[in-house]
């Protein structure tokens, strides 16, 4: 049953907007004091967070569970466990093909954040982001700082909250793989991301919880006596925060992360193995019919509840709900119901919502998918809408129907938290637009 606790928080705004408008207020100074910024500002939020009750919460953690670890296994059997096979399915560029055919003693994947919408009756999930996941500190201090308001506070008597945070589960997991018994921890990204504070969230929260951590530019990593070194120290675990894509682009800069990398003088969480089972395409693998049989019965059904019908755009015949279609022109008519998507595009770039667009934009956006060799066509999922509060420039209140998108952490199957996305637009990403909230479990 789903909780009320969202009108509840919206009808405690309604009865003193004065007190709602400064808490608004209040919550902006805090992100910008407690470094919950994006780009050189707060991170672009709503005084209501999200909430969600303790089923659906059960259900959509569970299932994200399930959905990574079917999901790493399926990445390693898919083509017989022959792995250029797969690359070449999922259409990967030769510079990562380079770092993919290297085994790593690192785990594929032991993080990861996974794309979900909360649908009336069930939950449906659009992507799996393994490849350096953000918003694990964000998440956890923006639940600090919303649980600290009157109103979340004033919800104990109707809606009891429980907070469910990350970083203590991440601890403990970059923990696990280190070799040392006291490990020192790199977090390591460009110095250029808009996500910066996010990973000086997780340096000061990793050292408050003892663990031994320097914030660092794949560029200014050394090697040293056989050890990757960062300003001068020892690293035993590379919390790989960039991106391959990004981090590929400055190879010629960061010889030493590379080397560390191809000859195992640091673990690195995660390797870059996760792009496998993280790749847009490979849900493709999960969904299409030539490839049931690396699946039981049990996980094609728990498939095809949670993974909306994706394929690599090409011309072929498959199926599409049990009935034989020619790719090309069925997704060409079926405008309204897909989405046309990169397959190794983040942050929403590029992504076509056919209900968005008219159907000359739609052909255009075929045309492209096609030339590329690297785009898939996803079923649409629809979209939730849920009423927020918002505060105009003038201090003006309203109330607007907002999609809302809730992406449940995944770090090794520990219980771990969520961060919500929120968005006037069809393609949810903070990165293109959005604002994002913590996620409260009623």
């Known amino acids: 049953m789903r909780t009320n606790a ?140 919303f649980a600290r308001l009157p109103l979340v506070r004033g919800m104990a008597t109707t809606d009891p909250l429980l907070v469910v945070g990350s970083i203590e589960a991440l601890v403990t997991n970059l923990r696990s793989h280190a070799r040392a018994a006291q490990p020192r921890v790199a977090i390591v990204d460009l110095k250029t991301v808009r996500t910066r504070p996010d990973q000086e969230i997780l340096r000061e929260e990793f050292a408050r919880r003892g663990l031994d951590t320097v914030l660092a530019d794949p560029r200014e990593l050394e090697i040293a006596n056989g050890r990757l070194v960062a300003f001068g120290l020892p690293i035993d675990v590379v919390y790989r925060r960039t991106v391959i894509s990004e981090v590929l682009a400055i190879e010629k800069e960061a010889p030493a992360f590379f080397e560390a990398y191809s000859k195992g003088l640091a673990v690195f969480v995660n390797s870059f193995r996760c792009y496998l089972s993280e790749d847009k395409a490979f849900f493709a693998i999960l969904t299409d019919e030539r490839f049931a049989s690396l699946l039981s019965e049990g996980e094609r059904a728990f498939v095809a509840t949670y993974v909306p019908w994706t394929r690599k755009v090409e011309d072929r015949r498959t199926e599409w709900k049990g009935r034989s279609i020619e790719l090309l022109p069925w997704v060409e008519k079926q405008r309204e119901r897909l989405v046309l998507k990169p397959a190794h595009g983040y942050g929403g770039v590029n992504v076509v919502v056919g209900s968005s667009v008219d159907e000359r934009r739609w052909s255009e956006a075929i045309q492209t998918a096609q030339g590329s060799g ?61 604002g994002s909230v913590p996620t409260f479990v009623v």
Do not use: C
């Open 374 to 434: 690297g785009w898939i066509v996803q079923e649409r999922v629809e979209v939730p809408e849920e009423e927020f509060p918002i505060f105009g420039a003038d201090g003006s209140l309203a109330f607007e129907s907002l999609k809302v998108n809730t992406n449940p952490f995944y770090v090794g199957g520990a219980e771990v938290g969520a961060v919500t996305r929120i968005s006037r637009d069809p393609v949810i990403n903070v990165s293109a637009g959005g």
């Open 6 to 145: 969202a009108q509840h928080f919206n009808d405690a705004v309604r009865r003193d907007v004065p007190a709602a408008r400064a808490q608004w207020h209040s919550l902006l100074e805090s992100f910008a004091g407690r470094g919950i910024t994006f780009g050189g500002a707060p991170m672009p939020t709503f005084l209501r967070p999200q909430f969600v009750d303790r089923d659906t919460w059960t259900t959509l953690t569970t299932g994200a569970t399930q959905l990574i670890r079917l999901s790493k296994r399926v990445a390693r059997t898919a083509f017989d466990g022959r792995l250029e096979a797969l690359l070449d399915f999922l259409g990967a560029p030769e510079p990562q093909r380079r770092l993919l055919r290297l085994e790593p003693p690192g785990p594929d994947v032991a993080l990861s954040r996974v794309d979900g919408f909360l649908e009336k009756d069930r939950v449906r999930f659009i992507e799996i982001n393994s490849d350096a996941p953000a918003g694990f500190g964000y998440a956890d201090r923006m639940t600090e700082v």
